[in-house]
T-cell receptor, first 111, second 114 residues
Framework: GEDVEQSLFLSVREGDSSVINCTYT??????LYWYKQEPGAGLQLLTY?????DMKQDQRLTVLLNKKDKHLSLRIADTQTGDSAIYFC???????????FGKGTSLLVTP | DGGITQSPKYLFRKEGQNVTLSCEQN?????MYWYRQDPGQGLRLIYY???????QKGDIAEGYSVSREKKESFPLTVTSAQKNPTAFYLC?????????????FGDGTRLSIL
């Protein structure tokens, strides 16, 4: 099947903004998700966006959705060292019952 | 507090041995999932269960088995037929019957071969 695509690595300086991009596969996916995984831990739901929205903001997080291009992005404002983690984009394809994940983007925040 | 508990956190398997990973949730969620994560990979679905006494194979079910005798519990057995079991295993659950609810994850079990 088709893959959810993400770039594998991103490095930013503390205080800068981070933008993590994702291309998903199913244009009929109703919800799209961003999860965060810290080393040795499970996945923590960061935020999600409904497909009839273009943007969702939640404190330092901004999600942008371009349905035409099947492109999703996560912007983290004022990135902190505690934001260093792997970020996964995920969709539930139409008629599916489980999440379809990208391979994850490793975010490294340097002082 | 409600959540998903996976145990053990670390597990070692000898050649030819079956091992069982535990997943328990007290969120009253209907659906539960098992994923496998390899380094540099996304999560791949092993099995899922939408209701008690029912479960379906995911993308990589070969060498694994599950049961769902209770709503709270969804144990995963890694059998000797799984030739490359070393990975990080994650259990997740979701409320209700609608598939678009966000999934909640446990903290994972890391399985290694002795």
């Amino acid at each position: 099947g088709e893959d959810v695509e993400q770039s594998l690595f991103l490095s930013v300086r503390e205080g800068d903004s981070s933008v993590i991009n994702c291309t998903y596969t199913d244009s009929s996916s109703t919800y799209l998700y961003w999860y965060k995984q810290e080393p040795g831990a499970g996945l923590q739901l960061l935020t999600y966006i409904f497909s009839n929205m273009d943007m969702k903001q939640d404190q330092r997080l901004t999600v942008l959705l371009n349905k035409k291009d099947k492109h999703l992005s996560l912007r983290i404002a004022d990135t902190q060292t505690g934001d260093s983690a792997i970020y996964f984009c995920a969709e539930i394809p139409n008629s599916g019952y489980a999440l379809n994940f990208g391979k994850g983007t490793s975010l490294l925040v340097t002082p | 507090d409600g959540g998903i508990t996976q145990s053990p956190k670390y597990l070692f398997r000898k050649e030819g041995q079956n091992v069982t990973l535990s997943c328990e949730q007290n969120l009253n969620h209907d659906a539960m999932y098992w994923y496998r994560q390899d380094p540099g990979q996304g999560l791949r679905l092993i099995y899922y269960s939408q209701i008690v006494n029912d479960f379906q194979k995911g993308d990589i079910a070969e060498g694994y088995s599950v049961s769902r005798e209770k709503k709270e519990s969804f144990p995963l057995t890694v059998t000797s037929a799984q030739k490359n079991p070393t990975a990080f295993y994650l259990c997740a659950s979701v409320p209700g019957g609608t598939p678009n609810q966000p999934q909640h994850f446990g903290d994972g079990t890391r399985l290694s071969i002795l």
